[in-house]
């Protein structure tokens, strides 16, 4: 009766047998390799005679396929990586090697050609499943790393920016002469379409002046802050560069300043070339919250007689909102300058009776005690003793009326 002819483990090689005997991942792995085929269970299936079911014989032949397999890739592997990039075989110590190889290794898997090689002639499977590992930990660490580079929900973002500054414009417009501001001027648009340069010129939706260093320019990472935006990019005039990205993010050289403004002569465009699809989510879930807010707070200080400004107002509501805001703010303004006026008037007066009352009180006290101590100081003893017993007799009244 023919038995099942089960694959057996390929012999080990000489530089096996020292890593099995040296212990670690090789030891381990033919231990549990042979652990598995001297089990009862593996030589009881290896001892039943045909013919078994036809399901039964290719399940049990593929995983002991694949159980031969992997330990003899593994093998494989752990060899090359500690002869071949190790240096074991060029006299180097044992753990000095393994350290070498394993740090080598795990930078040169990354190199596709390096990969391909391991794949072709060492460990195919291995490799694939690294190949998998690789994919997964990427999926799952690109929304991680989009999430830290994201600004915070809190941080405001280019449009709470742009209108706070195209208020401030409204109220106060800022020069419009270069030789008359001490800095760059910068104008960001929300967009590259709105800010190219051609035959149109769109207004910019935020206008800033921002100070340079000699020695290293212009620091952009308070023009982020202040525009509210992840990245800076400086649209050009030139067709064959429309977009200039500064090779430090956080600085603009002074060469590239004077470059790009052609010697401080005109303003810099600029506008935000990328952001992460985790702060666009934010400022969705935040632009809603921010004007509900806004309008809360608004009202609040408008009943108090503390209205916000009505440029501001106006852009986010419009004119017919900002009229009425700024006439009812009119009203409410000044109840709380007739209240505060009143209450600081009426403080200062409770403050002089105060005083009046404590001067009064102290002349009162300071006369008394005078004549007290005149009265005293002219008794002699049977004065005294009247005077104890009228003490004396009026404590016991006291006491006698309140039992």
């Excluded at 090779?247 to 002569?265: H, M, R």
């Excluded at 303004?333 to 001067?359: D, E, G, L, P, Q």
């Excluded at 009026?394 to 039992?403: D, I, P, V």
């Amino acid at each position: 009766m023919t038995r099942l002819s089960w694959p057996t483990p390929a012999p080990l090689t000489d530089m096996a047998h020292k890593l099995v005997r040296r212990g670690g991942i090789a030891s381990v792995v033919e231990s549990l390799h042979g652990e598995l085929y001297n089990s009862n269970l593996y030589q009881k299936l290896a001892s039943i005679p045909p013919p078994l079911p036809a399901i039964a014989t290719r399940l049990l032949m593929h995983v002991n396929s694949e159980i031969v397999d992997i330990r003899d890739q593994t093998l494989n592997l752990l060899e090359f990586v500690i002869i071949g990039d190790g240096g074991l075989g060029r006299g180097q110590g044992f753990f000095s090697a393994t350290k070498f190889a394993v740090t080598k290794f795990s930078k040169d898997i990354a190199n596709e050609e390096f990969r391909n090689h391991v794949a072709e002639y060492y460990a195919p499977r291995l490799v694939g499943w690294y190949l998998q590992y690789k994919a997964t930990t990427d999926a799952i660490r690109e929304p991680i790393d989009d999430f830290k580079r994201s600004r915070s929900i809190l941080d405001r973002t280019p449009k709470e920016a742009a209108r706070i500054n195209q208020a401030e414009r409204m109220n106060a417009p800022p020069p419009n002469r270069r030789s008359q501001t001490s800095g760059t001027i910068f104008h960001f648009y929300s967009s590259f379409e709105r800010g190219r340069y051609g035959p149109t010129v769109n207004e910019p939706d935020f206008i800033t002046v921002m100070n340079s260093d000699d020695s290293r320019g212009i620091q952009l990472s308070k023009l982020r802050k202040a525009l509210g935006v992840e990245s800076v990019a400086v649209i050009t005039d030139r067709p064959f560069r429309q977009v200039f990205e500064p090779a430090n993010e956080d600085w603009l050289s002074p060469l590239a300043l004077l470059d790009l403004t052609k010697q401080n002569t005109l303003p810099l465009r600029v506008f935000e070339n990328r952001v992460t699809h985790a702060t666009k989510v934010k400022r969705v879930i935040r632009e809603p919250v921010f004007l509900v807010m806004t309008f809360i707070i608004s009202l609040l200080r408008l009943m108090i007689g503390f209205p916000e400004d009505t440029a501001y107002i106006q852009l986010l509501y419009g004119s017919l909102y900002a009229n009425a805001f700024h006439a009812v703010g009119f009203c409410t303004s000044r109840v709380n300058w007739a209240i505060r006026t009143t209450v600081k008037y009426s403080a200062a007066f409770c403050v002089v009776v105060c005083m009046v009352i404590f001067v009064i009180a102290s002349a009162f006290v300071r006369n008394s005690a005078r004549a007290a101590r005149a009265v005293v100081t002219s008794l002699d003893v049977k004065g005294y003793l009247i005077l104890f017993g009228v003490i004396w007799f009026g404590l016991a009244e006291y006491f006698s009326m309140a039992h």
